[in-house]
Every structure is written in C-alpha cells, then in structure tokens.
C-alpha cells in the first residue's frame, strides 16, 4: 500500500491552500472532500474580504479555485473519511467506502458543523451511532434506525441503508431531499437525545417525543475531528492548535474553520498555508 506524505481531510479553503502549497513542495499527498470544493463557499452570495479579489461572489471564488487546482494537477478524492488511526509512525484512515489510505501526516480540515451536540452520540459511538454506512449498514438489516444527513448528494447512502434497515426514520438538515421509499418516514423534528445502556435503544426528538431505534447514522460530508481521532484535544468545541497549527498529536495539524473563529476564507487560507509549511518541516525532521 502506498504511503503518502501527508492526508488532507476537507476541500474548503484550508484545504485547497494546504493542498496547493504541498504540491508546490513536491509532497505526496491526496485531498478528501468533493468537487464542488465548500458548499459554505458556494452558497455566499457575496465575498468581500478577499485581498485581490474584490466583490466576488462564493460560486465565482470557487470556479477560480477549481481553475487553480486544475492547472496545478491536485484532484480531490471524493470519499468520506470516517477514522484515523495513529500507528506511531504513520496514520491510517478509513474511507466511507471501506478503503483504507496510509499517510506520515494528516491535516484536519474539516470545517465547522454548527449543529449543537447530542447528548449520548459520543458516548454511544461504535455502540449503535456511526458515520459510516458502507462500513456498518449491514449491521442493521433488517432493523429500526434513524438517519441524520446535512447533503442531498450524500442521500445515496440513505437510500443504501433504506434498502437494508427495515424502518428508517429520516431527519434532512437540508432542502430538496430525494429520498423515497415506503419503509422511510421523514421527520420535521430534530434529534435532542440518543439513549441507551451498552448499545443505542432509542432517539428522543426536540418535541420530546421517543422512538426506539437500534441505531442511528450521521451522514455529513465530514465527520467532527474529535470523533475522527482519538486524543485530539478540543477547546470550545474547536480543534485546539498553536501558532505553527500542530495539535497535541504528532504529525497532526489542523487549518480553518475547525481551529476556532473568525470563520473567514482569509483566515482559512492562511492557516492551510502554515500548516502545509508546518508539515514540510516536520517531514524534514523525520527524514522525509
């Protein structure tokens, strides 16, 4: 299996300028996240803190950064990833599709879900809550889950686990869902509470109401950097890094939203930036 030098996880600003300046130093690396690069980005209307660019609109900024990374041959894997695992000298991550990629280095940068936390996903993780439905959907064939999703592209993995689960409660954080099927019941109310002893036994919703479920996925296009290592220490519910973004786990470092506010492209961009440096030296340290 190859071993790159370093695993970018988020295709928003931090990680496309992480990305351009690991090319530029001739690191191997591979960028997680989707084409269209930041739906935050896209969906701006109006961009003017920009240095350069002026008055730009996010859908404009995002065709320049497109352009950008064409011309400088860096593709984006479009794949979810869900773990990363530290192996002492290197990382390895495990993609949405059960894949398994191999890095010195890991850059997290993930963005910010502003959805409050729910009380029980953390403790129940591995026990009933997942992030993963190709990893773990055929756990719930034939039972009773709930189906949380922040994406219409990503309700593919919804219709995948509707396929298995016998009854799944859908609860979209977005408009214009595609989702169908007769043993799908969408619901209007959000997820307040998960609860269960050893393993997920039933989701409470903001009206209060209580359904048993055997298990409940969290479909997003990134799952929350405290979830995806163990160990990374948080600080007000953002990824806690120095100046040179190192985080207090050797060779992880982390850029943009995922740091801490303000949640500005400038910022963004200027944290992928150090971090990417951060990265060569550390590389260079190892001998890389």
């Not at 016998?166 to 109310?189: D, I, Q």
């Not at 009206?207 to 929350?224: C, Y």
Request: net charge negative; with cysteine.
């Amino acid at each position: 299996m190859e071993r790159y030098d370093l695993a970018i996880i988020g295709s928003g600003p931090a990680g496309i300028s992480a990305a351009l300046n690991a090319q530029i130093r001739g690191k191997s690396f591979l960028l997680f996240g989707r084409k269209a690069l930041s739906e935050k980005v896209l969906k701006s209307e109006r961009i003017s803190n920009y240095p350069g660019i002026p008055e730009t609109s996010g859908e404009q900024l995002v065709q320049q950064f497109q352009s950008q990374m064409e011309k400088m041959q860096i593709a984006v894997t479009e794949e979810t990833i869900t773990s990363i695992y530290n192996m002492e000298d290197y990382f390895s991550l495990l993609a949405d599709n059960n894949k398994i990629y191999e890095a010195k280095t890991v850059i997290l940068a993930t963005g910010m879900d502003n959805a409050a936390p729910i009380s029980g996903e953390a403790e129940l993780l591995g026990r009933g809550v997942s992030y993963c439905a190709t990893c773990d959907g055929n756990l719930y064939r034939g039972k009773t889950i709930a189906v949380v999703c922040n994406s219409v592209p990503l309700e593919q993995e919804v219709n995948f686990l509707a396929g298995l689960a016998a009854k799944v409660y859908y609860l979209p954080l977005m408009k214009g869902s595609r989702v169908a099927g007769e043993n799908v019941e969408f619901l209007k109310s959000g997820v307040r509470e998960i609860r269960g002893e050893k393993r997920v036994e039933s989701i409470v919703l903001a009206d209060g109401t209580e359904l048993p479920v055997d298990g409940i996925f969290f479909i997003k296009n990134a799952v929350p950097p405290a979830v995806l290592m163990n160990g990374l220490q948080m600080q007000d519910g953002h990824v806690n890094v120095d100046r040179q973004m190192c985080t207090n786990l050797k060779g992880v470092f982390a850029a943009g939203d995922c740091t801490g506010r303000p949640y500005q492209i400038a910022k963004a961009v200027g944290e992928g930036n150090v971090a990417a440096h951060a990265v060569v030296t550390y590389l260079d340290h190892q001998g890389v």
